[in-house]
């Protein structure tokens, strides 16, 4: 999947091209090329992370471990994104860049875009595998072809439960057999090249998580109402 943006994110030169504003750490547009083929990608340097007292450096990880995550599942939740050395202001995720209507988010595409449900579900699903403690709804887009993506990753498979997100629309709604399917293999192994972007408690915890959600059959419920990011949006 994805051979294109995967050969320009991987083998193409990077053109910084200017930062990407309101981003809580440093983020910026670039265009990736190769020969006469180029696309805009999200590059997410290391040296540009705020320190947080509850995720170690290295959040660059974390985004390409969501992304390998998604693919390994089959679900294609999380744009191509890959780990440069070689970029312009050091190591970093470089994720590519998803065309779409800004003005559309996770509120109005669960209030004016029904259609889009389905996608959200599986979304909200994997953010519990993930534990993702920051799904803002700026975090969700729907690309030009109409398809649902997550993006901002780096808060994500924290050994402790931090879930935090706007999602909340479908708790207990029953999980469908084929995603508990697709979730069953990661209870006995998570892929290596997820594994090796995390440590073993954040693994453990990974799969724990997954067996809970195997054994309740349906998405979790914030019995507290303080589970959600801030901003919202």
Request: charged share 25%.
């Given at each position: 999947?994805?051979?294109?943006?995967?050969?320009?994110?991987?083998e193409g030169r990077i053109k910084l091209l200017g930062s990407i504003v309101r981003s809580s750490?440093?983020?910026?547009?670039?265009?990736a090329s190769c020969g006469d083929d180029s696309a805009w990608a999200v590059y997410k340097p290391e040296v540009g992370e705020r320190p947080l007292s509850d995720f170690e450096p290295g959040l660059f990880r974390r985004e390409r471990a969501a992304y390998l995550l998604s693919a390994y599942l089959r679900w294609d939740l999380v744009p191509p994104t890959v780990i440069r050395e070689d970029s312009p202001l050091g190591i970093g995720s470089l994720q590519w860049f998803v065309e779409g209507d800004f003005s559309e988010h996770y509120f109005t595409l669960?209030?004016?875009a029904p259609e889009t449900h389905r996608s959200l579900f599986q979304l909200a699903l994997f953010d519990c595998i993930a534990n993702n403690a920051d799904r803002k709804s700026g975090h969700v887009l729907r690309g030009d072809d109409g398809r649902v993506w997550g993006i901002d990753h780096g808060l994500c498979f924290g050994a402790g439960d931090k879930l935090r997100t706007v999602i909340w629309d479908f708790a207990g709604v029953?999980?469908?057999d084929a995603?508990?399917?697709?979730?069953?293999?990661?209870?006995?192994?998570v892929p290596p090249d997820v594994v090796e972007l995390l440590?073993?408690?954040?693994?453990?915890?990974?799969?724990?998580?997954?067996?809970?959600?195997?054994r309740d059959g349906v998405l979790p419920t914030d019995h507290t109402g303080m589970r959600y990011p801030w901003p919202l949006v």
């Open positions: 999947m994805a051979a294109r943006e995967l050969t320009l994110l991987v750490n440093a983020t910026f547009l670039v265009e669960y209030s004016d029953p999980i469908p995603l508990l399917a697709d979730l069953s293999p990661l209870t006995e192994a440590d073993d408690a954040e693994v453990t915890a990974l799969q724990r998580r997954v067996r809970r959600l195997l």
